[in-house]
């Protein structure tokens, strides 16, 4: 991806869109308006992998897909963990999201805070897959959450 800009497609399946923030060809943002930002493209090929996610069919991962993280050290890490180790169609909870993340202690409250604060402020769900984090907070929107938990069956 070496183009710029914002793109939204509509897609039944969530009944709403999903739009990107795209910027110097890495994903800035994932969001999940009603509707799109005006003068929103809607052509650009990873919409077409996120349709062929919605169908279900087949497992499609993101990992190739860079996402430009600006958050701080630690929070960035956290949702690096996540990308990294929880694959299509696994999920796992806070403290093992804790337990896995170097530097953190999955005992320690101030820790799991973190993790949280990570899940919340994920500037790309789906691309990080918040979704997958059974007892944390998603940065989609509910109905969102559980349809991607839906299409992995989880």
Do not use: W
């Not at 087949?58 to 860079?66: C, Y």
Request: hydrophobic share 35%; glycine share 6%; charged share 30%.
């Amino acid at each position: 991806m070496d183009d710029a800009g914002i793109y939204a497609r509509h897609y039944p399946f969530l009944e709403r869109y999903v739009q990107l923030g795209v910027a110097s060809g890495r994903v800035i943002s994932v969001s999940f308006p009603e509707q799109p930002d005006d003068g929103a493209g809607d052509d650009h090929p990873l919409l077409d992998r996120i349709q062929t996610y919605f169908d279900g069919v087949q497992k499609v991962n993101f990992d190739d897909v860079t996402v430009a993280l600006t958050l701080p050290t630690d929070q960035r890490e956290v949702l690096e963990t996540l990308r990294e180790n929880v694959p299509y169609g696994e999920q796992l909870d806070v403290k093992q999201l804790a337990r896995m993340t170097p530097g953190l202690d999955a005992e320690d409250e101030d820790d799991l805070i973190l993790v949280r604060t990570a899940l919340d402020a994920n500037p790309a769900p789906l691309l990080i897959p918040c979704h997958r984090v059974r007892d944390g907070p998603s940065a989609a929107p509910p109905e969102v959450e559980q349809r991607l938990r839906s299409v992995e069956e989880l």
